[in-house]
């Protein structure tokens, strides 16, 4: 086991309203500053927090009142940090943001009997063979999933499902190894894509395995749900989820608009309250994928942890909602806060590069009140994968705007893009400009 001494931070970020003396939320895994840096800081304003991690980053010590190095993949060192913070201060509640915790953290709950799901209800969210399980016995609209032990074994499967397939991994996210197959060689090369799939340690903590799919078309959204009790879901936003060219389904920017139409059909409710209470969920803001097909909405997968790629960041800009601090509330048994405060859309775009090679310079050219944010994520001399190589990795900026409507809000996106510059040294030619 791993663990160092308790560690307070003099730069803690000052609460709105919590005192030195107040227990204290745990928060385990701070995740990167880019992806992740505004849900720490919006809970630590609402609750003094003690950050558990294997390395904490400098910039998490900044909002965190107490830093823990930790090794995660231990749960009684982990336990013995809670018990530790627990005798000297008190805990009252236990959260995470990261997918490769959300397991541990349950676990964590329960031994400490604090607010939070059965680590068998999480389990049934991270194993997406045990998710689709559990759905197809209570009859909730998802798609036909089987196992499969290798790639011959998944033709076979394909020509069961007919069409169109998927292939996946069984304990993984971001998209990554998720492939479409139309014949039978696809089917055998999305298998090795699926088998052989990482993305920042996720395949070392769930299940291994990859399952073959039926493929759903239509549109692909998210729907931001508030886990209040059992039969108990508020949905808090949708969000319209753009994806780059099949066979891949690289996700390249999201849209949350608070008077999406979507937000008042009842079988989007129906379908996520009943795939939520069938693995067993009855507490936190929960990330449920789905598909709007012609047979109505079907569960792509079902998250138990709030949504990545800034989501919750695009939530609080179009409506005021503040999910980081709602899940932060529900993890320490308080009532949320659901009224929502403001009334526009907001979305993110994520630029990839349209040749393979090394980054060599960079430029931006846009500067305005409804540009949130506009941030470069590849480095110079950074080496990058375009399409349909390109992983989460491999995105080279973000930009998230906020305006009335999602027309606005795509026009200023592609306004940004247009005037941002990328110079990228392809592996096999000369300097090419992107702009």
């Known amino acids: 086991m791993s663990l160092t001494a308790l560690r307070p931070n003099s730069r803690a970020v000052t609460s709105t309203w919590h005192s030195s003396g107040s227990p204290l939320l745990v928060l385990i895994g701070a995740g990167s500053r880019i992806w992740r840096g505004y849900g720490l800081q919006h809970i630590a304003a609402r609750h003094r927090v003690a950050l558990l991690d294997e390395q904490p980053p400098a910039w998490a010590n900044d909002h965190a009142a ?41 676990r964590i709950a329960e031994r400490f009997m604090l607010p939070g799901n059965t680590p068998s209800a ?26 499969v032990p290798d790639a011959e074994t998944a033709v076979e499967y394909a020509v069961l499902l007919g069409g169109p397939v998927v292939l996946k991994p069984r304990s993984m996210g971001g998209s990554a190894g998720v492939r479409r197959a139309d014949t039978a060689d696809q089917v055998r090369d999305a298998y090795q894509a699926a088998r052989g799939a990482t ?14 799919e039926e493929y759903l078309d239509g549109p692909e959204i998210s ?38 139409p979507l937000l008042a059909d009842p079988r989007i409710h129906e379908v996520a309250l009943a795939a939520l209470n069938t693995v067993g969920i009855t507490s936190g803001v929960m990330h449920v994928e789905m598909r709007l097909t012609q047979q109505g909405p079907r569960i792509v997968e079902i ?14 800009l179009a409506t005021g909602l503040n999910l980081p601090q709602i899940a ?17 859309s907001a979305a993110v775009r994520f630029l990839y590069p349209p040749v393979t090679g090394h980054v060599t310079a960079r430029h931006t050219g846009v500067f305005a009140a409804w540009l949130d ?17 390109a992983t989460l990795l491999d995105r080279l900026a973000l930009a998230v705007v906020t305006g ?30 992107v702009a």
């Not at 936003?237 to 690289?250: N, S, V, W």
């Open 373 to 389: 944010r506009f941030e470069w994520i590849a480095a110079p001399r950074s080496h990058v994968n375009a399409p349909p190589r």
């Open 122 to 147: 999480v389990e049934a969210c991270r194993d997406k063979y045990l998710s689709r399980s559990l759905l197809a016995a209570a009859n909730v609209p998802s798609a036909r999933s089987y196992l």
């Open 66 to 106: 107490i830093s823990m190095a930790v090794d995660l993949a231990d749960t009684e060192a982990v336990a013995q940090a809670v018990a530790a913070l627990a005798a000297d201060q008190g805990v009252a509640g236990v959260l995470t943001y990261m997918e490769q915790h959300v397991a541990l953290t349950a």
């Open 404 to 433: 009335p409507d999602p027309d606005t809000c795509h026009r200023r996106l592609q306004l940004v893009e247009e005037r941002s510059g990328i110079h990228i040294q392809p592996d096999n030619a000369t300097t090419a400009c």
């Open 223 to 260: 729907v931001e749900c508030v886990v209040l009790g059992h039969e108990t879901v508020h949905i808090a936003a949708i969000t319209r989820k753009y994806l780059g060219d099949e066979p891949d389904f690289q996700e390249t920017g999201h849209l949350v608009d608070t008077t999406d």
């Open 199 to 212: 993305l920042f340690g996720l395949e070392n903590t769930g299940t291994a395995g990859v399952l073959i």
């Open 328 to 344: 932060a509330d529900l993890a320490v048994g308080a009532d949320p806060e659901l009224v929502p405060s403001r009334h526009q």
């Open 303 to 316: 998250n138990a942890r709030l949504g990545g790629d800034l989501i919750p960041h695009l939530v609080h």
